[in-house]
């Protein structure tokens, strides 16, 4: 047994991408359901919903349109739907299974089983053993995929389900809810029943395959593969199953300990960035500053192998102290005629072209604004790229408030009300009959999407860039008038690669958010990413003098050992930078799927940056106010 193994009880397989992964995952569907039936036997197939599996039934898709895949001997058994929902709800697991799968291929309907979130609640105990009776009686699941949720909950088994649990309706721990809320209107709209099979009826299955996708399931991948089988953990208890594998990406792998601290599971290659992550970890473990650590402290936390190759604690300490001082920058477009550190931007050329790509109006300003004002004020050509409109984000309260103003500005005008042009007439009559809908008209999105669009203009106006620098790219996936929406298309990518080409930058910034495998953030870097890979191709030289430095959305912030630029500011810029995000105020207060954080996003990104100065100086090094962090993408 390796060490890795001493550490990790459940056999895992890491794919560099999710779509590596799904593929992977839907070969091993494919060739269970086609052995099973080259032998005319029946194959069941127990199935999740959720983020994580869409890029793996739209692969089953493919191959079923593309290699003949067919699912005519295929029962599907799902593990859980809310509850109490109507089956054809936006929201219900029904509805999801028909759309991502079991409309597309040729399942037989009789053949698609999902507990039912219209079941009566006076005969739910019976319908919910008839449930549990079924699968039995076809022979018991031969194969089960699982996600995993946060918490560690697998099918809406959540923390502290009986091993023993059958299919039942269970309370979703506030977690869940909170985690589900982007799919609903508000966190109130999310149920707080599901129904879910069993831990025991999971356990069952005779074969299981559970993957997780991103950063946010790092740490219940690493707690259930190398923790102990606790119930506070559901998915840990797989690791009673005799074949279990975890799919899983490289950024869900993040928290193991082969990655997090390899030193520990045998021979370590002490590269640079190795080395700042054990000791930065170590030193802010023991709330010392680096230059503070000894021999001891090396010893007594697993560090002696550094020690040896090192020497000395004295040299190791001054190393990382130096890569941490070296991070730091006022000059985040390189300081022209001075000498920067390697790790920092290069003075020439001076000034850059500089594109800020923010994928929602205000994720400039929110997550690098006071870089962006000094990226400005030090004589740099800055441009800005607004990927999506961000219309979802607006309230109809909000919408309303707009278009009784146009109404009341045309009365002023004397414009009369027969001749109001079509979108104000139509977006008046829509606000009037609205009901609780799902989906706003066209109009109401555009009026939504040009009222951030004002919003992000009058920003970059507070920071002194120009309207000819300021663009709007309205990318197509994003225009879904639901939470949900498009994967990376076509279109996206050309318009992307238009504005670089007419751009030609010196430096790109992005939103680096690798941990929202599904979400805006993520289609908009590998937007970027996409971009630029077929650019370099195509031989556009620029290309090869462009550093793109990645900052992190509203939600979190890179770790402290992997920031390779960090940009202090003052508390007047603190300031500064509030106003700025005070002028989206279509953002302020209360916006639609706001996710798990009630904070506005003018104190998270104050809390985050000043955060970060913290870490700076509980390191030993100088204390700022506040620090905005970047990483820097080689392709
Ligand atoms: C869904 C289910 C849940 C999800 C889990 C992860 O059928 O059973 O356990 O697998 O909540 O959800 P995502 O994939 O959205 O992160």
Known sequence: MSTVDSFEKIPLRIFETIDEGSKFLAMEIAEMIRSKSAKGERCNLGLATGSSPKTLYAELVRMHRDEGLSFKYVVAFNLDEYYPIDNGALQSYDRFMKYHLFDKVDIDPKNCHIPNGE????????????????????GGIDLQILGIGTNGHIGFNEPGSSLYSKTRLVPL???????????????????????????????????????????????????SVEGNLTEQIPASLLQQHNDCLFVIDKLAATDLTRFKSPWLTGDCEWSPLIMKKAVVNMALKLGKPILSLTNSDYNDNGLSDLLVEKGDAYEINLQV??????????????????????????????????????????????????TFMRLHDQGHNVHV??????????????????????????????????????VLTEATAYLKNKRNSNMDSAEIRSIKGLIRRCEAKATCHYVGIGDSKIHFLNLPFYETGTIEKKPMGERDVIITMDLLKKIKPHQIYCAGDLADPHGTHKICLDIVFESMRRLKSSGENWVNDCWVWLYKGAWQEWDISEIEMAIPMSPDQVLKKRYGIFIHQSQKDMVPFQGTDSREFWQRAEDRN???????????????AAIEAFVRWHY
């Open 385 to 422: 790229a607004y990927q999506t409109s961000g219309n979802i984000a607006v309230t109809d309260e909000f919408v309303t408030r707009f278009v009784d103003f146009a109404v009341g500005f045309e009365e002023l005008s004397g414009i009369d009300s027969t001749k109001s042009s079509r």
């Open 173 to 223: 721990e506030n977690s869940t809810r909170i985690n589900n809320a982007p799919d609903f209107p508000s966190i109130a709209d999310v149920p707080r029943l599901a129904i879910t099979v069993g831990i025991s009826t999971i356990l069952k299955a005779k074969r299981i395959l559970l993957m997780a996708w991103g950063q946010s399931k790092a740490s219940v991948i690493q707690k």
């Open 610 to 624: 000043a955060n970060t100065a913290n870490l700076y100086a509980q390191l030993g090094l100088t204390k700022y």
């Open 321 to 370: 102290f130096y890569l941490l001082r070296d991070s730091i920058t006022g000059w985040p477009g390189g300081k022209p005629s001075g000498a920067n550190p390697s790790l920092i931007e290069r003075p020439e050329p001076f000034p850059k072209r500089c594109l800020i790509f923010s994928p929602h109006p205000d994720d400039d300003i929110i997550s690098m604004g006071g």
């Open 119 to 138: 079941w009566k609640k006076d005969h739910i105990k019976r319908d919910c053993a008839a449930y549990e009776e079924l699968i039995e009686k076809l």
